[in-house]
């Protein structure tokens, strides 16, 4: 299925039960969505968010579509990762192995910000914090029959040029740009995953790292870019974008493609067939993403920074 004449949609699922999967940030937007989906297939859902709250005005949503989901709330702030480290034994603490984690939490923040890690907050947030994450719980991913990890990124990352400055990664020199911060970061996740899979060819284990990106989707993420385009994306106004622009579910799709049809392969990257949106597809990675030197070095950071090795 998924081919140009028959597109992929979420009926393609294959059957989940007795799969567990992880979904961060699945409070609301594509996450929730992809929750949902993983759900109503049969998965059991852990969902990784930093607000119980939140997660748990989530989890009364999906049970009302699927009565018999199976949810578990692990309390997850990417941004420490003092927190990373809780969750992620936590996660050991209740489940013996990880199907599939999907790695969909993220963030831009429009002025610059610290965590208590000392880290760039987007940059924290979306790539380092997921990167430590994965780390801890890889050896919950080799214990799965096929474990399989989803980097969800951006078209304008994983397609497109982006800046990356590995010498100034949390903006102390440069000047400060929100979109810059997230292209980095997102750019980062990519070359993290690809990395991922490089490392993991030739060793004795059937994970496989790929990664997604949604399009443009009408998500809640639009409360991240500024007072105009957060104006401009509430629901009676959201026909002023909806040319380039799709819905949760179509945006979630590239996603969960990803997380779960048989034929992906290692290091694939699905996300619309059009820039911005579409039917989910194979997409070609900019040569920037696949760039192996770039992908080391950045890897190398990110275990230096965070102070996770990868076990493998």
């Known amino acids: 299925m998924g081919t140009k004449k028959t597109p992929w949609t979420a009926a393609d699922i294959p059957d989940l039960n007795g799969r567990t999967a992880i979904v961060t940030g699945a409070s609301g937007g594509l996450g929730l969505e992809t929750a949902l989906q993983l759900a109503e297939h049969g998965a059991r859902v852990v969902m990784a968010c930093r607000s119980a709250e939140k997660a748990g005005a989530a989890a009364d949503l999906i049970r009302a579509k699927v009565p ?106 440069r000047t400060y740009k929100g979109f810059q911060a997230y292209a980095q970061s997102k750019l980062a996740n990519v070359l993290t995953a690809f990395e991922l899979q490089r490392r993991l060819n030739g060793t004795d284990t059937e994970v496989k790292s790929v990664a997604a990106h949604p399009g443009a989707a009408e998500s809640d993420f639009a409360q991240n870019l500024g007072p105009v385009l957060t104006f401009l994306s509430r629901p009676s106004l959201r026909w002023v974008f909806r040319f380039a622009m799709q819905t949760v579910e179509m945006g979630a799709l590239p996603t969960l493609r990803a997380a779960t049809d048989p034929a992906v392969r290692p290091g694939d990257l699905f996300g619309p067939s059009g820039f911005t949106k579409g039917y989910p597809i194979l997409n070609e990675p900019s040569a920037q993403a696949l760039d192996p030197e770039l992908a080391a070095r950045v890897w190398e950071a990110s275990e230096r920074l965070t102070g996770v090795a990868y076990a493998l």
């Open 68 to 173: 018999t989901a199976e949810l578990l709330f692990v309390e997850l702030d990417l941004a420490s990762l003092e927190s990373v480290g809780k969750a992620a034994v936590r996660v050991h603490d209740e489940v013996e192995r990880v199907d599939l984690l999907v790695n969909n939490a993220g963030m831009l923040s429009r002025v610059r910000s610290l965590t208590e890690d000392g880290f760039e907050t987007t940059f924290a947030t979306n790539h380092l914090g997921p990167f430590a994450f994965t780390g801890q719980v890889l050896d919950l991913l080799r214990a799965a029959p096929a474990g399989r990890v989803v980097a969800v990124t951006t078209g304008f990352a994983s397609k497109k040029e982006a800046p990356i400055d590995l010498d100034d990664l949390f903006f102390e020199r």
